[in-house]
Every structure is written in C-alpha cells, then in structure tokens.
Nanobody, 125 residues
Framework: QVQLVESGGGLVQAGGSLRLSCAASGRTVSSYAMGWFRQATGKEREFVATISWNGGNTYYADSVKGRFTISRDNAKNTVYLQMNSLKPKDAAVYYC??????????????????WGQGTQVTVSS
C-alpha cells in the first residue's frame, strides 16, 4: 500500500506560481510512474502531467505545456509540480497518484492505483 499526501496548494493571483509536493509513504515509489491530475468544480478529473520512474520521460496536457513542470526526487520519495503563469482555468483540486503497473509515464487516469486526497489551488482573476 502507498499513501500519498499533497501539499503546497493555496490562493494565488493570476500570473503567479505555486509548487505542489506529493510525499509518498508506505513503500518506495522509485520504480513507478507518477502523475498529477486535477478536478475543477462540476468537472471530471483530468490529466495534468506524468513522469517516468527515473524522471527520464515526462508528458503534459496541452493546456499546461510550457507553464507546468513535473519532477521527482526518488531519494525523498516525492514528486513535485511547479506551476507558473497560473490562470483562472487552472483552479481545481490537484491530486497526485502512483501507477504500480507502469514504470513509464502514463496519461490515463485508470493507470493509477493510489491517490492522495488532493490540495486546493485557487487562482484569482
């Protein structure tokens, strides 16, 4: 079993930045793909970014390319999401997840078995 705890969310002005962190416990996640997803009010959960087991491969949703950066520190069992140039449309609850079945990056929400409880990101316009 893997437990994930997100942190770093909050209120930010449009154009500002936040860095989200996701700390894993229970087992090492260094062999698995990790991902970030978000869910805005009234909408379905959507893919944001994913990173392979060693950080060698990353993939982003078109809506965040050039603005968000996913990274990981396997020594700390932690994955990060650096969010720059935030827009009101980015406001959502952000979730991190780990895919036990995949070592490479995965964009499908169904590929992820374990999820954190999310951290709220609010962007003022």
């Amino acid at each position: 079993q893997v437990q994930l705890v997100e942190s770093g969310g909050g209120l930010v002005q449009a154009g500002g930045s936040l860095r989200l962190s996701c700390a894993a416990s229970g087992r090492t996640v260094s062999s698995y793909a990790m991902g970030w997803f978000r869910q805005a009010t009234g909408k379905e959960r959507e893919f944001v970014a994913t990173i392979s087991w060693n950080g060698g491969n990353t993939y982003y949703a078109d809506s965040v390319k050039g603005r968000f950066t996913i990274s990981r520190d396997n020594a700390k069992n932690t994955v990060y999401l650096q969010m720059n140039s935030l827009k009101p449309k980015d406001a959502a609850v952000y979730y991190c997840a780990v895919s036990i079945r995949n070592a490479q990056a995965a964009v499908d929400v169904t590929a992820y078995a374990y999820w954190g409880q999310g951290t709220q990101v609010t962007v003022s316009s």
